[in-house]
């Protein structure tokens, strides 16, 4: 009989993956912030939380390529 430790266990993987995930939708939302302000833009409070909240890798990449042309915090976000 094999033992499974629970760091090989398939539940064990989906949480580590889990977090791996998390940590690069942190890592990407603040770009969109240092992007944004490395160009001299304010971010107000409520733009840093509606970055913050996205979890979406693929919006976040979307809202960073905008936050690149953007002259106001909010414009990443107009196109939604």
Do not use: K, N, S
């Amino acid at each position: 009989m094999a033992t499974q430790y629970f760091w090989r266990h398939p539940l064990a993987e989906q949480v580590r993956e889990e977090g791996r995930e998390q940590g690069r939708a942190e890592a990407r939302a603040e770009m969109v912030l240092r992007i944004l302000e490395w160009r001299g833009i304010p971010v107000p409070q409520d733009v840093r939380e509606r970055v913050e909240a996205c979890t979406d890798l693929d919006r976040l990449e979307i809202l960073a390529r905008r936050a690149l042309h953007a002259t106001a915090a909010q414009e990443p976000f107009t196109e939604e």
